[in-house]
T-cell receptor, first 112, second 113 residues
Framework: SQQGEEDPQALSIQEGENATMNCSYK?????LQWYRQNSGRGLVHLIL?????REKHSGRLRVTLDTSKKSSSLLITASRAADTASYFC????????????FGKGTMLLVSP | GAVVSQHPSRVICKSGTSVKIECRSL??????MFWYRQFPKQSLMLMAT?????????EQGVEKDKFLINHASLTLSTLTVTSAHPEDSSFYIC?????????FGPGTRLTVT
């Protein structure tokens, strides 16, 4: 079942601007992951943040996790046209098989 | 890094026929493989979880007789869509779990005419 909810559902920005996407979930988690998907393609793993972590960075990506609010945010700084894609959060509740529950996603459009 | 392949990448079939999609982990052994379905502009929905040598566990609402999953080895899982209908048209994505992380395949676009 889908438990993640991303907002906004769609985001349109100019190159160079920052893009922030949010994800909320309902149950306790082991970790939360963010993925990117270009149109009609598979998923690219961006970053994993564990339940005992509050913030993580990877290049132009910054992810925060607030387990008390059951929410996470993904910030892409200095966006580029190549960042245009759909972004999904996925939660791992620690079932043992790393079963992931995906959010509905945010479609990001970065215009040159 | 770990690579997962899917074959075919695209398939068009006629209503009533069956289609097999392969998912392979190329450079690691996958104890568990997952099959997801994704409708246009929507998220991934987990269909089933399969462990090598045992029956797949299907999510609620997924017909196991329609979506046959075989996980014959630690590097190969297959999804067969039996008696396909136009409503089965979708993007099917597999992932392989190495005990630490899921690695996703590039997806298979199925169109049933």
């Amino acid at each position: 079942s889908q438990q993640g909810e991303e907002d906004p559902q769609a985001l349109s920005i100019q190159e160079g601007e920052n893009a922030t996407m949010n994800c909320s979930y309902k149950t306790s988690i082991n970790n939360l992951q963010w993925y990117r998907q270009n149109s009609g393609r598979g998923l690219v793993h961006l970053i994993l943040i564990r339940s005992n972590e509050r913030e993580k960075h990877s290049g132009r990506l910054r992810v925060t996790l607030d387990t008390s609010k059951k929410s996470s945010s993904l910030l892409i700084t200095a966006s580029r046209a190549a960042d245009t894609a759909s972004y999904f959060c996925a939660t791992d509740a620690g079932s043992g098989y790393s079963t992931l529950t995906f959010g509905k996603g945010t479609m990001l459009l970065v215009s040159p | 890094g770990a690579v997962v392949s899917q074959h075919p990448s695209r398939v068009i079939c006629k209503s009533g026929t069956s289609v097999k999609i392969e998912c392979r982990s190329l450079d690691f052994q996958a104890t568990t493989m997952f099959w997801y379905r994704q409708f246009p502009k929507q998220s991934l929905m987990l269909m089933a979880t399969s462990n090598e040598g045992s029956k797949a566990t299907y999510e609620q609402g997924v017909e196991k007789d329609k979506f046959l999953i075989n996980h014959a080895s630690l590097t190969l899982s297959t999804l067969t869509v039996t008696s396909a209908h136009p409503e089965d048209s979708s993007f099917y994505i597999c992932s392989a779990y190495d005990g630490y992380e899921q690695y996703f395949g590039p997806g298979t676009r199925l169109t049933v005419t």
